[in-house]
C-alpha cells in the first residue's frame, strides 16, 4: 500500500517513519499524486537550477547555523505535474511526505510561490550533484527548529 500525503488547510504535520538511500544505493524517488514518477538521480539534479540557502536551527546544543546547496522541490513537483483533483484550490489539497527514518509532511501551499513560496531544497551533501552522491537532504527554511530537515531521503510523495 502506497503512502500519501494529507494537506489539512496550512497546517503542516511531522514524525512518521523514513526512508533511507544511502543504504540502499538506490537513488531517491518521487511518486504519488503526479504524472510523471522522478527518479532523483544525477542527471535530473543536474539539469534543474541550484540554489543555495543559509538556515539556523535550534537544536539541544543551542542554534546551529548551516548552509545548503540543491534543487528547489517546488522544481520538482512542477517537472513531475502534480495531478488535482476538480474543485475549488484543488492543488492545495496535497501534501508532501519524506522519509528518512521518519516521515515529515510539508503543505504544498508552504512551497506554491502563488502562496507561501517558502524555499525548501532537495540539498546534495557531496555539495554537487554526481554519480557518487550518498544522499540528499530535506531543507526547510524558517522552521526553528530542524526537525522536517531530514537527510538520506529515500521517498518524497504527493498525495
Given at each position: 500500500m502506497r503512502l500519501r500525503f494529507v494537506l489539512i488547510a496550512a497546517c503542516l504535520a511531522a514524525m512518521v517513519p523514513s526512508l533511507t538511500w544511502s543504504e540502499s544505493s538506490q537513488p531517491a524517488v518521487l511518486q504519488g499524486a503526479v504524472k510523471q514518477r522522478l527518479i532523483l538521480d544525477a542527471a535530473l539534479l543536474q539539469s534543474l537550477p541550484a540554489v543555495t540557502v543559509d538556515v539556523t536551527f535550534e537544536t539541544g546544543q543551542g542554534r546551529k547555523p548551516g548552509r545548503y546547496t540543491g534543487i528547489l522541490l517546488w522544481a520538482?513537483?512542477?517537472k513531475a505535474e502534480?495531478?488535482?483533483?476538480?474543485?475549488?484550490?484543488?492543488?492545495?489539497?496535497?501534501?508532501?511526505?519524506?522519509?528518512?527514518?521518519?516521515?515529515?509532511?510539508?503543505?504544498?501551499?508552504?512551497?506554491?510561490?502563488?502562496?507561501?513560496?517558502?524555499?525548501?531544497?532537495?540539498?546534495?551533501?557531496?555539495?554537487?550533484?554526481?554519480?557518487?552522491?550518498?544522499?540528499?537532504?530535506?531543507?526547510v527554511p524558517g522552521d526553528v527548529h530542524g526537525g522536517r530537515s531530514v537527510r538520506d531521503i529515500a521517498t518524497i510523495e504527493l498525495r
Open positions: 520538482l513537483l512542477e502534480p495531478i488535482d483533483e476538480p474543485g475549488l484550490n484543488a492543488s492545495l489539497r496535497h501534501s508532501l511526505l519524506g522519509r528518512d527514518g521518519y516521515v515529515v509532511a510539508l503543505a504544498l501551499g508552504e512551497l506554491d510561490p502563488h502562496y507561501e513560496g517558502k524555499q525548501v531544497i532537495i540539498a546534495y551533501l557531496g555539495g554537487e550533484p554526481s554519480a557518487s552522491m550518498s544522499s540528499l537532504r530535506l531543507v
